[in-house]
């Protein structure tokens, strides 16, 4: 079930770094689209491409939550964080977008972090956990919104950071309680705490999201969000559910995370495509998936 998982994790990845592409396809196919038309906007978003891409994302979420089910939170977050590899390699091919060398060294980056991250990856921890750690999430997420909302009032570029922060630790509380679902059993689920902790996630996060995008750099949005949402989560993955390395691989898995992530910071412009509108559709870093 490892490689099957790891597969799963690598395949979410596809998903969505692909389901961006499409999206922005989408919009270009639909001419001049402005978020104060909402015509234009539904206009955009019933093309082929723009569905597809919503297909993607949903297929993708499917994959993550089959790669939750096995494999250490540290692992399926910086493969959620390597989608940016993917749409800028995809974006390359399709949209003709020029990769630099840096970002050419950064998808590389991407790959040896990821390599290095399977190979030295160990058996996933606890998928249970005890109520304290659900009102710890539930928590946080009200510490998260409460924050956002304050940091909505500031201006420049700590508005855009602590937005797109809390908007990455929104996701990393979706993906702390998806990693404790106990069965994937509709009727199981939702007797959950988990399953209403990730829908109340993937919303606030949604909002902060659109938040740091409406008035500041979508790479500064994106890079505060790709941290928000990978290092704390694998730490809380690592200290409270049991999550580990292979015995001696440590500094491996280490070194393999810090690669990968580093290497989807450098490529943090890709957070949204020429020709998109800053709007929570068609933005990489706010799945449809993850907005249940």
Known sequence: MLIVSLCGALAAAVCFGLSSVMQAVGMRKAGPVSELEPKSLVRAWLTLPFLA?????LLG???????????PLFLVQAASAS??????????????ERLGRAEKCAVGAVCVGLALLGVSAGPEGANRAHTDF?????????GLAVLGAGAGRLRGRWRTTV?????????????LAARTLPELDPARMVREPATYLVAASSLIALVLWTMALSGGSVTTATAAMV???????????????GDEARPGWVPVAVG????????????????ELPGQPSTPASVPGVREADTV
């Open 53 to 57: 891409g919503v297909g993607l994302d």
């Open 61 to 71: 979420f499917g994959f993550e939550l089959v790669a939750l089910r096995h494999l």
């Open 83 to 96: 989608a940016l590899a993917v749409t800028a390699i995809a974006a390359a091919v399709v949209m003709k």
């Open 134 to 142: 659900y009102a710890a999430l539930a928590a946080c997420l009200v």
């Open 163 to 175: 937005l797109g922060l809390c908007a990455g630790l929104c996701f990393g509380v979706l993906a």
């Open 227 to 241: 941290i928000g949402e990978t290092v704390l989560p694998a730490a809380v993955g690592v200290v409270v559910l």
């Open 256 to 271: 393999g995370f810090l690669l990968a992530v580093g290497g989807a910071l450098a490529l943090a412009r890709f957070g």
